[in-house]
């Protein structure tokens, strides 16, 4: 029998970015399904986003909850709780700027940009939201540019720094 790696961790605290009721159009009147963007993450670097759809909340909840464990990634950060470097991630028409903070700033965030970075465990930052006002793609957005941060060692590797 095979063992699947096991995210069942009770460390993981999770926020519910948005929930939308979603209606289909049938011949005896309306349908309602639920749609929910869920964030979860360790507060120690580890964070996944999810979306889940159901006829109920609760399970459009726990589906979004199984999926954004199943995109878990590391975030390197210094031991200030800021980001090493400024970022700006895009994701459809949402993009969003991350700035590295000194410390005591706090996480100057709104929104579904608060939620992916409190959830990761960053605790100094500076952000905006560019673009699109749409809270899907702006956490989109926000984990993409969480994504694509580099370790500062393997960056000053990179660059031929030592």
């Known amino acids: 029998m095979e063992t699947k790696k096991d995210n069942t961790v009770k460390?993981?605290?999770?926020t519910v970015i948005n929930i939308r009721r979603v209606a289909k159009v049938v011949k005896g009147g309306r349908r309602f399904s639920f749609s929910t963007m869920v964030v979860v993450g360790d507060g120690r670097g580890k964070v996944g986003l999810g979306i889940g759809k159901s006829k109920e909340?609760?399970?459009?909840?726990?589906?979004?909850?199984?999926?954004?464990?199943k995109s878990l990634i590391f975030i390197p950060y210094i031991e200030t709780g800021t980001i090493p470097y400024a970022i700006l991630g895009k994701y459809g028409a949402g993009r969003v700027l991350l700035k590295p903070a000194s410390e005591g700033t706090g996480v100057i965030a709104g929104g579904a940009v608060r939620a992916v970075v409190e959830a990761s465990g960053i605790k100094n930052i500076l952000s905006k939201s560019l673009g699109s006002d749409n809270s899907i793609n702006i956490a989109k957005a926000t984990f993409s540019a969480l994504k694509q941060l580099m370790n500062p060692e393997k960056l000053k590797e990179l660059k031929g720094l030592k």
């Open 11 to 14: 460390d993981f605290h999770e």
């Open 57 to 69: 909340v609760s399970s459009s909840i726990l589906k979004a909850v199984q999926s954004a464990k």
